[in-house]
């Protein structure tokens, strides 16, 4: 008998992964645009997620894959979990799909079945799970309403920096020349057309880039840096705080996201923030991408109190 396939996506707002695999190992890979549904639609979502696993099935021939699990920022309110649900059981052709919080995925990927995971890529979130299957949520608000410490909340702030330097509002800054070079226009008082009606999503979380690169020899950049390192280590203090008090052992803390790689100048001033707070904390980045956790997730199903969801059904809490 052919072993069961299952799939693991990591859904986000930049990009999406897909790992396909048996038991014991991954067999395919995939990868498509952003399917945050919040940003991209439900038919963005279900195009994404399409994409991600027809690229991981590719090479298996007619293998179908039995079970998905999918991580997607802002799936912990119950409708969109649901609508999230029934797009991806059309999207993948699978018997069962188990949708939860994407920063779940960091936790399963780095082995801690109890911890902290803060993620800083497009948008950021903090998630936390505790011994006794309790789970806290922090941040995820969107860009629009919160977002703290994110690509797009550093790339903002970058935007305004150059805007007030040129004002003469604030000092300058060599993120003027490298903000103006990223958006392709001749100096800051070009920005306003640029930037205008709207910059999307995308291009202005782009912009962190420019950021990070000058962290280390500019006041200004650097300073932003510490501000999105503040607000990540008071998300994750805030969500130490909501879990299981009765635990008294270290807190593993596992950072992920396209900002928290490992050398990343925002990981190093956000551990040393956590670390300014409360030593018990014991920050890493994850060395790999989050889809392994959401393998590892469709491998193992659901906990007791998780229902799985099949074509046709609206039950469950995953």
């Known amino acids: 008998m052919t072993e069961p396939l299952y799939l693991g996506l990591d859904a986000g707002g930049t990009r999406t992964v897909c790992l396909a695999g048996d038991g014991q190992a991954i067999l395919g890979r995939g990868?498509?645009?952003?399917?945050n549904p919040n940003v991209s639609g439900l038919e963005g979502f279900r195009r994404a997620v399409a994409e991600a696993a027809g690229q991981a099935l590719s090479s298996l021939g007619d293998r179908p894959a039995t079970k998905?699990?999918?991580?997607?920022?802002?799936?912990?309110?119950?409708?969109?979990?649901?609508?999230?649900r029934s797009a991806a059981l059309e999207a993948l052709a699978v018997e069962e799909v188990h949708i939860s919080h994407d920063a779940r995925l960091v936790l399963a990927?780095?082995?801690?079945?109890s911890g902290i995971a803060v993620v800083a890529g497009t948008g950021s979130s903090v998630y936390g799970l505790g011994r006794d299957g309790h789970e806290v949520k922090v941040g995820g608000w969107g860009h629009l309403l919160g977002d703290e410490g994110s690509a797009y909340d550093i790339g903002r702030a970058a935007l305004r920096a150059v805007a007030q330097a040129?004002?003469?509002?604030?000092?300058?800054?060599?993120?003027?020349e490298g903000i103006t070079r990223a958006l392709g226009v001749g100096d800051a008082d070009q920005l306003r057309e640029r930037c205008y009606p709207t910059a999307s999503v995308g291009e202005v979380a782009g912009l962190a880039a420019v950021v990070l690169d000058l962290a280390d020899v500019d006041e200004?950049?650097?300073?932003?840096?510490?501000?999105?390192?503040?607000?990540?280590?008071?998300a994750v203090a805030v969500c130490n705080e909501r879990m299981d008090q009765s635990d008294s052992s270290p807190?593993?803390?596992?950072?992920?996201?396209?900002?928290?790689?490992?050398?990343?100048?925002l990981l190093a001033l956000l551990a040393a923030a956590l670390q300014g707070r409360d030593g018990s904390y014991q920050v890493s980045p994850l060395a790999v991408?989050?889809?392994t956790g959401a393998l590892a997730l469709a491998r193992d199903g659901?906990?007791?109190?998780?229902?799985?969801?099949?074509?046709?059904?609206k039950s469950g809490t995953t």
């Open 166 to 176: 040129g004002d003469g509002r604030a000092p300058a800054t060599g993120l003027t």
């Open 220 to 234: 200004v950049a650097r300073s932003i840096l510490q501000t999105a390192a503040a607000h990540l280590a008071l």
């Open 109 to 113: 990927a780095a082995g801690v079945t």
């Open 68 to 84: 998905a699990w999918i991580g997607v920022a802002g799936s912990e309110r119950p409708v969109m979990r649901e609508a999230v």
């Open 31 to 35: 990868e498509s645009g952003p399917a």
């Open 302 to 313: 659901p906990t007791a109190d998780e229902q799985p969801a099949r074509p046709g059904s």
């Open 251 to 265: 807190r593993p803390v596992v950072a992920a996201g396209g900002l928290l790689r490992p050398r990343s100048p």
């Open 289 to 291: 991408e989050p889809a």
